[in-house]
């Protein structure tokens, strides 16, 4: 219980970070028209999403609440696109710095706000693909008498056959590896430019450390992925590991995205000291 209400604490708090970040990028036309910042307004409202229907999926298992199989599925495909926006997302970021150097003439045209806004929507597409496959691949699998069941509901409960499996599996492969090809090139070519133009070109050098930080971010949203081996090498510890697996390995890597990416970047610093300086 006391771990349960650690992490509902840290929840809170992690809400009222991104709370203060969204009004910033709402309310000053020059945050909200920038691709950059549509980007990063776009990170926080999906990871939040993941995490509050990743908390209600925790909740309703350690306190076994039975729901229905179709509300299963829906929650447990949204948490399924939401993680893995979140890498899709950092590859556009990467990509918009590595425009915003390698081409500022055309920096303005590629990243407009209505292409920033096609662009989201396109992520959220190719994200939902494979769980279009997978309910396609359930159905074929599933009677009339499985929607109407009332499960606990885990994404193990869902997976009948072993096509299911392999679209899982397969796209988390491709999407995780595509990811880090595109932020690995980004920042060789943002280094590069950095390089050739000397220390001087503070831009791009700052530009790499952002492009090195989604590389990190990349990896701190990926750990989540070693659950499943910790809790078979650790099963003495199963009444906990459910509570410390989601705080270490779900919420701690989202926790230190916006608190690091949006503290660092000068224009929102600016905006959010301003916001607290301006007191009665």
């Known amino acids: 219980m006391t771990a349960l209400i650690f992490m509902l604490t840290g929840f809170c708090l992690f809400l009222s970070l991104v709370s203060v970040i969204l009004f910033v990028f709402f309310s000053i036309?020059?945050?909200?028209?920038?691709?950059?910042?549509?980007?990063?307004?776009?990170?926080?409202?999906?990871?939040t999403l993941y995490l509050s229907l990743g908390l209600y999926l925790m909740v309703t298992s350690l306190y076994f609440a039975f729901i229905p199989v179709?509300?299963?599925?829906?929650?447990?495909?949204?948490?399924?696109?939401?993680?893995?926006?979140?890498?899709?997302?950092?590859?556009?970021?990467?990509?918009?710095r590595y425009v915003a150097i390698c081409h500022p003439l055309r920096y303005v045209e590629i990243c407009s706000g209505h292409r920033s806004g096609v662009?989201?929507?396109?992520?959220?597409?190719?994200?939902?693909?494979?769980?279009?496959?997978?309910?396609?691949?359930?159905?074929?699998?599933?009677?009339?008498?499985f929607y109407?069941?009332?499960?606990?509901?885990?994404?193990?409960?869902l997976?009948?056959?072993?096509?299911?499996?392999?679209?899982?599996?397969?796209?988390?492969?491709?999407?995780?590896?595509?990811?880090a090809i595109i932020i690995l090139y980004t920042?060789?070519?943002?280094?590069?430019?950095?390089?050739?133009?000397?220390?001087?070109?503070?831009?791009?050098?700052?530009?790499?450390?952002?492009?090195?930080?989604?590389?990190?971010?990349?990896?701190?949203?990926m750990i989540a992925l070693l659950t499943p081996f910790i809790v078979t090498s650790n099963k003495e510890y199963i009444s906990i590991l459910p509570i410390s697996n989601f705080l270490f390995f779900t919420c701690l890597p989202r926790f230190i995205g916006p608190l690091i990416y949006g503290l660092r970047d000068e224009l929102l610093f600016q905006c959010l000291r301003k916001l607290?300086?301006?007191?009665?």
Not at 276 to 280: D, I, R, V
């Open 29 to 47: 036309v020059q945050v909200r028209e920038s691709a950059r910042y549509v980007l990063f307004a776009h990170m926080l409202i999906n990871d």
């Open 70 to 96: 179709p509300v299963c599925y829906v929650i447990v495909t949204l948490v399924s696109c939401t993680f893995k926006i979140t890498p899709y997302n950092l590859a556009v970021m990467s990509l918009e």
């Open 119 to 145: 662009t989201i929507a396109g992520l959220w597409a190719l994200a939902m693909a494979p769980n279009v496959a997978d309910f396609i691949s359930l159905s074929l699998s599933a009677d009339r008498t």
């Open 148 to 157: 109407s069941l009332h499960v606990i509901c885990t994404k193990e409960i």
């Open 159 to 179: 997976i009948l056959n072993i096509t299911q499996q392999h679209i899982r599996s397969n796209t988390l492969i491709v999407s995780v590896s595509l990811v």
């Open 187 to 221: 920042y060789v070519k943002v280094m590069l430019v950095a390089q050739k133009f000397g220390s001087g070109n503070s831009s791009a050098i700052k530009a790499g450390k952002t492009v090195l930080l989604h590389a990190f971010q990349l990896f701190l949203s």
């Open 276 to 280: 607290y300086s301006s007191g009665p």
